[in-house]
């Protein structure tokens, strides 16, 4: 028997988004990473709709769709874009989603995308965890005044995400200007 060879697939974690303060994955990314068109894995989804309810799989509102189609750049309506709303998939819809989709790539892209999700859950707790600490040493160490004050403030520093660089002007420059 043949070996396979092993299937190479892009970072789930950077196809997750937040919706409606869930984490979720667009149709358009399942069906890539799946091999498959839009339509067809949509159709797939609308044949098994008792699987999938509100907290596994949402459609986006038009609101919410344009929200996007301004942050990632998704097609402009009337240029060969869809003709639907999309549709999100939950962690626990992109589970559901084997059950549908049955393939060996199916299986694959289910389990690269649950470890996504449970890498940016750990993320988020030990970033939630990092920010608990350093509030409690601060807490008890605030009678030692503004030694620790610049300590802790340099550690917030260091946690937010850094400051955006300025453009650099692109041209010729006289010295004159």
């Not at 309810?53 to 189609?69: A, G, I, N, V």
């Not at 995400?161 to 041209?171: F, Q, V």
Request: positive net charge; proline residues 6%.
């Amino acid at each position: 028997m043949p070996k396979s060879t092993p299937l190479l697939l892009p970072d789930p974690t950077t196809l997750i988004l937040t919706i409606r303060d869930r984490r979720v994955i667009l149709d358009t990314d399942l069906a890539t990473l799946y091999g498959v068109e839009t339509g067809q894995f949509n159709r797939a989804v609308q044949r098994h709709l008792d699987r999938f309810p509100e907290d596994f799989m949402f459609q986006l509102t038009k609101d919410e769709h344009e929200s996007l189609r301004c942050q990632i750049g998704i097609s402009k309506a009337g240029r060969g874009g869809r003709r639907y709303l999309p549709y999100v998939f939950t962690q626990e819809g992109v589970a559901m989603l084997s059950s549908v989709l049955q393939s060996s790539r199916a299986a694959a892209v289910n389990i690269a995308i649950m470890r996504a999700f449970v890498r940016l859950r750990q993320m988020a707790l030990s970033v939630g965890e990092l920010a608990r600490k350093v509030d409690a040493l601060e807490r008890g160490f605030r009678q030692h005044g503004e030694q620790f004050e610049a300590v802790f403030d340099a550690l917030r520093h260091l946690m937010s995400p850094p400051p955006e660089k300025p453009k650099r002007r692109i041209g010729f420059r006289s010295d004159n200007a």
